[in-house]
């Protein structure tokens, strides 16, 4: 099909194509820009967490005033947990890992007399917290017994100054020992909390995402031997089999109200519940961009259908001589479809200009990342696609159009 | 004339139906989808209390000075609570009109009846002007006296619900409540009153969470050692043991709000805050020099991040497509218009002013306006349905149409179709009618 005698054309009705091309353009720009930014929620939402999600449960107890015995309670706590059928682990920690309620952090530096903090970690403290949690040492060992430290204990010392009551070992995720020391084994080393607490790492976790703050580093996390008692505000964590969840929840809180019936369950939960609500917003942002693009688009191919109708019913004179002289229906029809590939190109290809100039506004205003160059062709291939399908009916249309026109007069 | 121009816009529409179709349809989605991210948009960032939010302020010192700063941290990286230390310090000085340190409790309420379930119930500790400066609407009694506050009286005020639990919606003021194995008598019960975002204490609470149960004096709750249920962030030292340890420790967990009545009140305290930080460098308690913020509730809102940029972006990305419509619109309405070249000559060889024209022209696209609207509103409840489907919980009871939603929908499509037929409109009194007149 030739493309020039469809250039004069256009020529001839240059606000309205210019017009067409322009929502073209506007259309494409945000539509690259939208499903950039669906896949960046998408990203998030897949995060990676280290921890077998679909086997955890959660249930944090609440307290009145001091109980006497935390410690005692925790251990007579922890041993009926593990007598309940189903029950693979056990662990007392506070918070786990992209959870709403709260985190707690720790600066890391490699050298104690650093003013600046090398990076910021989150701290996971607590009891038999890998094997519960599902998490994988990649390098060195767990902590032995011996290790663990009293969580009043560790503060005590720490109030003191006396280094000898903390604990002297850490387990790291490998992304923290990539930082600290890229290229070399971390095992052994030394590395520096707060004010210049020394800790030697002993085991690197593949993979273990922190509590919050993600933007400080998905993977910096850390894990300290410490005891926690649930009176410090610690929730037990209990790694079962995915289809065993509910009945083991139901009987781990049936069982610790038993034990203890002052204490009020305030959270008793699935991991997955956990991390559903933590991306919540990720994932209706998601869905309201999707809304938002669907709409637009339908927008864009009926502004479409309107215009090439319009040209249509204007150029029925036209269509008519060109029937008469030879020109067949195919030819009709494959002439308005080359004409919307025509516009669609011309706005496709301003469109990727505006998309860039949206994508460095977002950077500017809202933190966004660069846009990939993948997500151009996106939005050139959805427009080219709704372009072709709206045009096909005025297009039909034209090429129903009777030969016979041409001899009428108006 | 209106009439005439009506009638005329009903008959040209009906004329070409299928373009008029397009042009409400392109209209309405437009609207509808800008206006149900709005409405969304609305329901986050909405002035929780319009007549008062310019006179609540929000006070930051630096208490770990500029080390512990080091990117990530959002706005200037100033703790958005204060230390009980200098809460308290601010607190004895009293220079605001009005002032209130407080922090979030859970504190678990026992039923006189045992067959009810013990429960913990979010609330808060504060001051006895924390109602006045809020306006706290009450259906019994009211808030405790200032006398309550100094000398550390064991009463609490709760809520509709918490009340309709424990008494039946009885009044209950003057009656007993257990909280945590003490006794507090109560002083009076809230009416309904859950403002979203929850805004008196975003530096601890939820902006989105569950409504505040049950509230008692400040200095109570430490001296019975309630437990924060909010965060504590403790900087570089950690709180020596127990409730004694965490008082006097550099770990921020109070929020603090002050009520500054004019320009004048809010810099003498600005000042005054400068000061308290610099006497305590002076003290030597800081080695850096005074670093203070003050920011009244909407830059607050904005500095604590309650609407999430996602949401902002979500907006952005929204009216983009109501440009697009408009752009649409201009298309369709010039297509539209220049089709009736002829008739435009016609009335304009008749004697019919530009200005005539143009009104006919500006009825005609007002009518298309009004039906894109209606559909917009059609579609935008169908909208919003859906997001209460995708948002989260707490989000979606918030977003709704009411009726200030509607007329602005409304306005919305008529005002988008009259600027976008602008141009179109210009052009078609530009018809030279001979031109159109020779021709047939």
Same mark, same amino acid.
């Given at each position: 099909?030739?493309?020039?005698?469809?250039?004069?054309?256009?020529?001839?009705?240059?606000?309205?194509a210019?017009?067409?091309?322009?929502?073209?353009?506007?259309?494409?720009?945000?539509?690259c820009?939208?499903?950039?930014?669906?896949?960046?929620?998408?990203?998030?939402?897949?995060?990676?967490?280290?921890?077998?999600?679909?086997?955890?449960?959660?249930?944090?107890?609440?307290?009145?005033?001091?109980t006497?015995?935390?410690?005692?309670?925790?251990?007579?706590?922890?041993?009926?947990?593990?007598?309940?059928?189903?029950?693979?682990?056990?662990?007392?920690?506070?918070?786990?890992?992209?959870?709403?309620?709260?985190?707690?952090?720790?600066?890391?530096?490699?050298? $104690?007399?650093?003013?600046?903090?090398?990076?910021?970690?989150?701290?996971?403290?607590?009891?038999?917290?890998? $094997?519960?949690l599902?998490?994988?040492?990649?390098?060195?060992?767990?902590? +032995?017994?011996?290790?663990?430290?009293?969580l009043?204990?560790?503060?005590?010392?720490?109030?003191?100054?006396?280094?000898?009551?903390?604990?002297?070992?850490?387990?790291?995720?490998?992304?923290?020992?990539?930082?600290?020391?890229?290229?070399k084994?971390?095992?052994?080393?030394?590395?520096?909390?707060?004010?210049?607490?020394?800790?030697?790492?002993?085991?690197?976790v593949?993979?273990?995402?922190?509590?919050?703050?993600?933007?400080?580093?998905?993977?910096?996390?850390?894990?300290?031997?410490?005891?926690?008692?649930?009176?410090?505000?610690a929730s037990? #964590?209990? +790694?079962?089999?995915?289809?065993?969840?509910?009945?083991v929840?139901?009987?781990?809180?049936?069982?610790?109200?038993?034990?203890? $019936?002052?204490?009020? #369950?305030?959270?008793?939960?699935?991991?997955?519940?956990? +991390?559903?609500?933590?991306?919540?917003?990720?994932?209706?942002?998601?869905g309201?961009?999707?809304?938002?693009?669907?709409?637009?688009?339908?927008?864009?191919?009926?502004?479409?259908?309107?215009?090439?109708?319009?040209?249509?019913?204007?150029?029925?004179?036209?269509i008519?001589?060109?029937?008469?002289?030879?020109?067949?229906?195919?030819?009709?029809?494959r002439?308005?479809?080359?004409?919307?590939?025509?516009?669609?190109?011309?706005?496709?290809?301003?469109?990727?200009?505006?998309?860039?100039?949206?994508?460095?506004?977002?950077?500017?205003?809202?933190?966004?990342?660069?846009?990939?160059?993948?997500?151009? $062709?996106?939005?050139?291939?959805?427009?080219?696609?709704?372009?072709?399908?709206?045009?096909?009916?005025?297009?039909?249309?034209?090429?129903?159009?009777?030969?016979?026109?041409?001899?009428?007069?108006? | 004339?209106?009439?005439?121009?009506?009638?005329?816009?009903?008959?040209?529409?009906?004329?070409?139906l299928?373009?008029?179709? &397009?042009?409400?349809?392109?209209?309405?989605?437009?609207?509808?989808?800008?206006?149900?991210?709005?409405?969304?948009?609305?329901?986050?960032?909405?002035?929780?209390?319009?007549?008062?939010?310019?006179?609540?302020?929000?006070?930051?010192?630096?208490?770990?000075?500029?080390a512990?700063?080091?990117?990530?941290?959002?706005?200037?990286?100033?703790?958005?609570?204060?230390?009980?230390?200098?809460?308290?310090?601010?607190?004895?000085?009293?220079?605001?009109?009005?002032?209130?340190?407080?922090?979030?409790?859970?504190?678990? !309420?026992?039923?006189?009846?045992?067959?009810?379930?013990?429960?913990?119930?979010?609330?808060?500790?504060?001051?006895?002007?924390?109602?006045?400066?809020?306006?706290?609407?009450?259906?019994?009694?009211?808030?405790?006296?200032?006398?309550?506050?100094?000398?550390?009286a064991?009463?609490?005020?709760?809520?509709?619900?918490?009340?309709?639990?424990?008494?039946?919606?009885?009044?209950?003021?003057?009656?007993?409540?257990?909280?945590?194995?003490?006794?507090?008598?109560?002083?009076?019960?809230?009416?309904?009153?859950?403002?979203?975002?929850?805004?008196?204490?975003?530096?601890?609470?939820?902006?989105?969470?569950?409504?505040?149960?049950?509230f008692?004096?400040?200095?109570t709750?430490?001296?019975?050692?309630?437990?924060?249920?909010?965060?504590?962030?403790?900087?570089?030292?950690?709180?020596?043991?127990?409730?004694?340890?965490?008082?006097?420790?550099?770990?921020?967990?109070?929020?603090?709000?002050?009520?500054?009545?004019?320009?004048?009140?809010?810099?003498?305290?600005?000042?005054?805050?400068?000061?308290?930080?610099?006497?305590?460098?002076?003290?030597?308690?800081?080695?850096?020099?005074?670093?203070?913020?003050?920011?009244?509730?909407?830059?607050?809102?904005?500095?604590?991040g309650?609407?999430?940029?996602?949401?902002?972006?979500?907006?952005v990305?929204?009216?983009?497509? &109501?440009?697009?419509?408009?752009?649409?619109?201009?298309?369709?309405?010039?297509?539209?218009? &220049?089709?009736?070249?002829?008739?435009?000559?016609?009335?304009?060889?008749?004697?019919?002013?530009?200005?005539?024209?143009?009104s006919?022209?500006? !009825?005609?696209? =007002?009518?298309?306006g009004?039906?894109?609207?209606? &559909?917009?509103?059609?579609?935008?409840?169908?909208?919003?349905?859906?997001?209460?489907?995708?948002?989260?919980?707490?989000?979606?009871?918030?977003?709704?149409? @009411?009726?200030?939603?509607?007329?602005?929908?409304?306005?919305?499509?008529?005002?988008?179709?009259?600027?976008? =037929? /602008?141009?179109?409109? /210009?052009?078609?009194?530009?018809?030279?009618?001979?031109?159109? /007149?020779?021709? @047939?």
């Amino acid at each position: 099909m030739d493309v020039l005698p469809i250039l004069s054309t256009l020529h001839r009705h240059k606000l309205t194509a210019w017009l067409l091309i322009l929502e073209i353009a506007l259309t494409c720009a945000i539509v690259c820009n939208a499903v950039f930014l669906i896949g960046q929620q998408l990203q998030r939402m897949d995060l990676p967490s280290g921890i077998a999600e679909h086997e955890l449960v959660q249930i944090q107890l609440g307290y009145v005033g001091n109980t006497p015995d935390a410690k005692a309670q925790t251990q007579t706590d922890l041993a009926a947990l593990r007598q309940i059928p189903g029950v693979k682990q056990v662990a007392l920690t506070r918070y786990l890992p992209f959870n709403l309620d709260g985190g707690s952090n720790t600066g890391i530096k490699l050298n $104690p007399q650093q003013q600046q903090k090398t990076l910021d970690a989150a701290q996971y403290l607590g009891q038999n917290l890998l $094997p519960t949690l599902g998490t994988r040492l990649v390098e060195g060992r767990n902590f +032995r017994l011996s290790e663990y430290v009293d969580l009043d204990a560790a503060v005590a010392a720490l109030n003191r100054g006396n280094l000898k009551g903390l604990p002297q070992v850490m387990i790291i995720t490998r992304a923290i020992a990539e930082r600290l020391w890229p290229g070399k084994n971390a095992l052994g080393k030394t590395l520096y909390v707060g004010n210049g607490i020394p800790f030697r790492v002993i085991g690197v976790v593949a993979q273990l995402a922190r509590h919050k703050r993600l933007q400080q580093g998905v993977e910096y996390s850390t894990v300290w031997p410490i005891r926690m008692t649930s009176a410090d505000g610690a929730s037990y #964590v209990i +790694r079962c089999a995915p289809k065993d969840r509910t009945a083991v929840l139901k009987a781990a809180v049936a069982k610790l109200k038993q034990l203890d $019936p002052n204490r009020v #369950v305030l959270k008793a939960r699935a991991y997955d519940a956990v +991390r559903r609500a933590f991306f919540a917003n990720d994932r209706a942002m998601a869905g309201i961009l999707v809304g938002v693009i669907a709409a637009l688009l339908i927008v864009t191919a009926l502004g479409i259908v309107g215009l090439a109708s319009f040209w249509v019913s204007q150029r029925r004179r036209m269509i008519g001589v060109r029937r008469a002289l030879g020109a067949t229906r195919g030819d009709i029809l494959r002439y308005f479809q080359t004409e919307n590939f025509v516009l669609a190109t011309i706005g496709i290809a301003l469109g990727m200009v505006l998309a860039y100039a949206i994508n460095l506004f977002l950077m500017l205003h809202y933190e966004l990342p660069r846009l990939p160059a993948i997500y151009f $062709p996106v939005g050139a291939i959805a427009l080219w696609l709704i372009g072709q399908l709206a045009v096909l009916g005025p297009a039909l249309r034209a090429a129903a159009v009777p030969p016979v026109v041409a001899t009428r007069s108006v | 004339m209106f009439g005439y121009y009506l009638e005329l816009a009903f008959r040209s529409l009906r004329r070409s139906l299928g373009l008029t179709v &397009l042009m409400v349809l392109a209209i309405g989605f437009g609207v509808a989808a800008s206006m149900s991210t709005y409405a969304v948009f609305r329901a986050m960032s909405g002035d929780p209390i319009p007549w008062k939010s310019s006179k609540l302020f929000f006070p930051q010192i630096d208490v770990w000075g500029p080390a512990s700063r080091q990117g990530g941290q959002r706005g200037d990286g100033l703790p958005a609570d204060m230390t009980y230390i200098d809460a308290m310090a601010l607190m004895r000085q009293h220079r605001a009109a009005q002032q209130t340190a407080m922090y979030p409790i859970l504190p678990t !309420v026992y039923p006189d009846d045992p067959a009810e379930k013990s429960r913990a119930v979010p609330g808060h500790a504060v001051y006895a002007a924390f109602f006045a400066m809020l306006d706290v609407p009450f259906r019994y009694g009211s808030g405790w006296s200032s006398a309550d506050d100094g000398h550390r009286a064991r009463v609490a005020v709760i809520d509709s619900q918490l009340n309709q639990r424990l008494f039946g919606g009885a009044n209950s003021v003057g009656k007993a409540i257990r909280l945590d194995g003490h006794s507090y008598r109560i002083t009076g019960v809230l009416a309904d009153w859950h403002p979203q975002p929850q805004f008196y204490d975003l530096a601890n609470s939820n902006a989105f969470g569950p409504a505040d149960q049950v509230f008692v004096p400040f200095a109570t709750a430490v001296d019975q050692q309630l437990p924060t249920n909010g965060g504590m962030g403790c900087g570089q030292a950690l709180p020596g043991p127990g409730f004694a340890g965490v008082l006097s420790s550099s770990c921020v967990w109070v929020a603090y709000m002050v009520e500054l009545d004019d320009a004048a009140q809010v810099a003498s305290y600005r000042s005054y805050l400068n000061g308290y930080a610099r006497e305590q460098q002076q003290a030597g308690r800081f080695s850096w020099p005074p670093n203070t913020q003050l920011r009244d509730l909407s830059r607050w809102m904005d500095q604590m991040g309650v609407v999430p940029p996602e949401s902002k972006v979500s907006l952005v990305v929204s009216f983009c497509l &109501l440009l697009v419509c408009m752009v649409n619109a201009v298309g369709l309405l010039l297509a539209k218009f &220049l089709r009736r070249s002829n008739e435009i000559g016609v009335r304009r060889a008749l004697g019919a002013s530009r200005a005539a024209i143009a009104s006919q022209f500006a !009825v005609e696209a =007002g009518v298309v306006g009004l039906a894109g609207g209606v &559909l917009g509103l059609l579609l935008t409840w169908l909208g919003v349905a859906w997001m209460h489907g995708v948002l989260p919980r707490q989000i979606a009871v918030l977003t709704r149409i @009411d009726p200030s939603l509607l007329w602005q929908t409304l306005l919305l499509a008529i005002a988008a179709t009259l600027l976008a =037929g /602008l141009y179109p409109i /210009l052009r078609a009194t530009h018809v030279r009618p001979a031109m159109q /007149l020779k021709i @047939d």
